[in-house]
């Protein structure tokens, strides 16, 4: 595995972490907090982004991309992480734009990604259900055949940076029952369509999911993202890939954690001198930093891997979500503690990244899911 970034990789993160830090990111969560933004996020902020070229990072160059990968988009993931910027990056593009790209015809390509691509445009993927438990063959939406097309019915929930989006990716069961992989068809539905409604539900994180239901909503054949009943492979690729994505804005949370929590060692004084002086202190930070690297091998793996299409990337993904959710929790957790009676209040700015952690932990599957999904596609 090639460990040592590129020249061009070196000058793309240092560029997104630049960028990040330029407009006092925590302190702009905490006032799209305070304020319940509406959008939850800063439309010019995202449009930069696109001006930056991170959301044409994962497309190819006919779909009017940059061809890269997701070694580089986790380079911005990571940036975003450490500054826990809002903006939907990772639901718009690497879930759901990659799902158009991945499976959409020419048309649908041409409608939706040079929008998405320039930040004009969002999109979101519905796919889980409540007490779904990350099992991708439970979809919570059921699409029925009405004429050429189908009516779809049903709930969706958590639906990442669904309550303002302009369209949905939409997995839905056209035939089977829970726990079969055939059966399921992907549609792309417009958030305007008759019969779709989309209500916004507040996260500890202060990031935006919706509750979407669908009431007889009527789609056309030529609605549907690659073939019908074969949904499952797209999804879990597109799945795993913004799995990918989210592990690196983990790994910025970690290491902005990490690196808050070190500064604040050496800067409380107590019995004269620097905390972060103290034998026990020092040994658990150690310990926080070695989970840090350990954790950025793993996402630079999976990530290398999904890119090279090779046949243990999924494993490395399972890993890589693995790790980095006990590894996420863990430093968080120890950053409030080390931070002492500050940490724990709502006015110090390190709570904000043990929130975040907690909710990128059970998404797309928790450590436990992850460790199960490991083994299985191990052999074990």
Known sequence: MQLALTEDQTLLARTAHEFVSSGSPIARLRALRDARDER????????????LGWTAIPFTEQDGGLGMGLAELVLVTEAMGRGLAPEPLIPAIALAGRAVALGGTAQHKASWLPPAIRGEKVLALAHAGRRGRFDLTRVPVRATE??????????????????????????????GADGDRAGITL??????????????QHRIDSLNVA????????????DVLGRPGDGLDLLGRVIDEATVALTGEMLGGMAE????????LRDRR??????GSFQALKHRAARLYIELELSRSAVMAAARALDAQAPDAAPLVSLAKARLSDAYCLIANEAIQMHGGIGMTDEHDIGFFLKRARVCEMTFGDAAYHRDRFAALSGY
């Open 40 to 51: 939850g996020y800063a439309l010019d902020r995202y449009a930069r982004m696109a001006e």
């Open 146 to 175: 009405a004429g050429d097309g189908f009516r779809l019915t049903g709930e969706a929930a958590q639906v990442w940076g669904g309550h303002l989006a302009d369209a949905y990716v939409v997995a839905a069961r056209t035939a």
């Open 187 to 200: 549609f792309l539905v417009p958030a305007a369509a008759r019969g779709v409604t989309s209500v916004r």
């Open 211 to 222: 509750q979407l239901t669908f009431a007889d909503v009527e789609v056309a054949p030529g």
């Open 257 to 264: 954690s990490l690196d808050r929590t070190l500064a604040y």
């Open 270 to 275: 107590q019995f004269g001198v620097a905390i």
